[in-house]
């Protein structure tokens, strides 16, 4: 599976962004879709998955109720809405996928989220 994220930007705090993440390739090797994220100088974290077909969703405790994660099968594409955005949220966000039983193998190249105060 090949992953395309998009829609990172520049925001103030309060705003809010909706990432995509385009798969292509062997789409029945995506069994979920996980957003992590990176901050300067800290290590990557988790944010928020989606199991594909089921549609089961986990998020992180620092963006439940603020973030919410979704698919298109159609468009098989994956979204990460992200409201009442705060400063510590500022990271380069990146989408991966896990094929059944596995860890995540695939990665998009990631997109900028710079939240203002």
Known sequence: VQLQASGGGLVQTGGSLRLSCAASGRIGNLYVMGWFRQAPGKEREFVA????????????????????????????TGYLQMNSLKPEDTAVYYCASAPPGS???????????????
């Open 49 to 76: 998955a989606i199991a594909w077909s089921a549609g089961i969703t986990y998020y992180a405790d620092s963006v439940k109720g603020r973030f919410a994660i979704s698919r298109d099968d159609a468009k098989n």
């Open 103 to 117: 860890e995540y193998n695939s990665w998009g190249q990631g997109t900028q989220v710079t939240v203002s105060s």
